[in-house]
């Protein structure tokens, strides 16, 4: 098992603490287990219960070490883009080989001048990303290694967000005993899965991770991230009305918007979708419905309202060139959210799911992108270290192989016993 790289993700939203493991092997990706804790110890902006969201943590790392019967002890963290700021810097730096060649070194070098900018007190350094690289006056994309040369320009992106937001947040991972491998934006990392950085070379992407309370507007230019914004409005702002009007409970009414309704249709079914009891004015129990026509009138007005507010705020971005637009988060899982959109602001949307198996939904889109945004960087950082307990991985998974194939014997021998006496009537 040398051969493989075994990471695990740590992504805190807005109602959930989402912690996947997972592992590539022979370029592929695959998923070994998902954890979704519910969890309302933090917002978009501010922890506000730390007890509540280590507990999350700590209830998501031992569930995952039940399933896979080794603990979790590091993880690639996802953190919240509010207030991002983007400083765009050109680090020069000789190169130091004998051979006068460019190596890994020469780029950590590169990396470390950048990241002694100053960037103010209110702010963290969450990432530094190398954008392109010179040397011998060409530039590039991929590092120019063994690219003889006497100076490597490099020209980075150094990515910020809330200073006390993410200090509180790493605080929390670190009680939750967890050591923590890598940071990165959680727009940065939704870029990353759907591979939006390479098709932002040429077209403008605007990214909607729409959460439970907020949604992170996100632009990708040029192949950079280079703005990002929390907006106090997400798919519980819309489903909202359900809990005034209706008294569904909170958790149920998100759901029955995001599965139940189809906001892109003019006139919608009148069959139930929901049956629920509860209290009349007599204080009996009675047995009340929803239907789908219903459900969409209800939350129409929200709905608008966030448009309006999208609408307002994307098109000094749409006038500065072509653009397309991706929903993604809990609130890609949102029918017919897309297209509303697509009228008002004029532009192709379409919604992000990710496809690999077992992390088919989009509320995974950023904690999934943690993987590929790590393992991007790992031609950079050297980094050897998987996030697992391996050696009680390896027992774990090599005690599931012998019971299965003693259990495989087992069958074939009972089946042979079987063939001899039906032969034999």
Same mark, same amino acid.
């Given at each position: ?6 990471f ?8 959930e ?20 804790i ?9 922890i ?27 993880v ?6 509010y207030r ?15 051979d ?10 590169a990396m ?6 100053e960037?103010?007190k209110?702010?963290a350094?969450?990432q530094t ?11 590039t994309r ?6 003889r040369c006497?100076q490597l ?7 910020c967000?809330?200073?006390k937001l993410?200090y509180?947040i790493v ?5 939750a005993?967890?050591e923590?491998?890598?940071i990165?934006?959680d727009?940065?990392?939704?870029g ?6 390479e ?5 403008q ?6 959460e ?13 991230l280079?703005?990002?914004k929390?907006?106090n409005?997400?798919i519980?702002?819309l489903?909202a ?6 008294g ?9 918007l ?6 892109n249709q %003019?006139?919608c079914? @009148? ?6 009891? /509860? *209290?009349?004015?007599?204080? $009996?129990?009675? +047995?009340r ?28 971005i749409?006038?500065a ?5 991706i929903?993604?988060? %809990?609130?890609?899982? @949102?029918?017919g959210?897309?297209e509303?959109? /697509? *009228?008002?602001l004029?532009? $192709?949307?379409? +919604?992000?799911?990710?496809e ?7 509320g ?8 590929y945004?790590?393992k991007d ?16 991985f %390896?027992?774990s998974?090599?005690y599931?192989d012998?019971k299965?194939?003693?259990?495989n014997?087992?069958d ?5 016993i ?7 009537k």
């Open positions: 098992m040398n051969d493989k790289q075994i695990a993700a740590l992504e805190l939203s807005d109602q603490v989402r912690l996947v493991t997972g592992e590539f092997f022979n370029t592929r990706f695959n998923i070994i287990k998902v954890e979704r519910p969890c309302s110890g933090l917002t978009y902006t501010e506000v219960s730390e007890d509540a969201v280590v507990a999350a943590i700590k209830e998501a790392k031992e569930n995952t070490k039940k399933r896979i019967g080794a603990e979790v002890k590091k690639i963290l996802g953190m919240p883009s991002f700021r983007k400083y765009s810097f050109k680090s020069t730096v000789d190169v130091e080989g004998m006068g060649t460019v190596t890994v070194q020469d780029v950590r070098n470390n001048k950048a990241e002694s900018m960037i103010g209110d702010l350094l969450i990303v190398c954008v392109r690289y010179t040397v011998n006056g060409i530039s991929k590092i120019p290694l063994g690219e006497k320009t490099v020209d980075i992106d150094l990515l967000a809330d200073r993410s509180d605080g929390c991972v670190e009680k005993g967890l923590i491998m890598d990165f934006l727009v940065y990392a939704v990353k899965e759907a591979a939006l950085f098709q932002a070379v040429d077209e992407k605007i990214i909607l991770k729409v439970r309370s907020a949604t992170t507007l996100g632009l990708l230019r040029q192949g950079h280079t703005a990002a929390v907006i409005a997400g519980g702002s489903a009305p359900l809990v005034e009007t209706y569904i409970k909170r958790e149920m009414s998100v759901e029955l995001k599965y139940s309704a189809r906001l %003019e006139v079914s @009148t069959n139930p979708v929901h049956i629920w009891a /509860a *209290k009349n004015e007599s204080g $009996e129990n009675e +047995t419905t929803i239907n789908e026509q219903q459900l969409v009138s209800c939350v129409q007005k929200n709905i608008e309202i966030w448009l309006d507010y999208l609408q307002k705020t994307c098109i000094p749409l006038q060139g072509e653009t397309a637009v929903i993604t988060g %809990e609130g890609g899982e @949102t029918d959210l897309d509303l959109l /697509a *009228k008002r004029g532009v $192709e949307v379409h +919604t992000y799911i990710p690999t198996l077992g992390g088919r939904n989009a995974l889109t950023a904690a999934l992108g943690l993987f945004a790590y960087r790992l031609a950079i950082t050297g980094y050897t270290d998987c996030s697992l307990d391996m050696d009680a %390896e027992t998974v090599s599931r012998r299965s194939e003693t259990t014997k087992e074939t021998l009972t089946n042979k079987k063939g001899l006496f039906e032969g034999k």
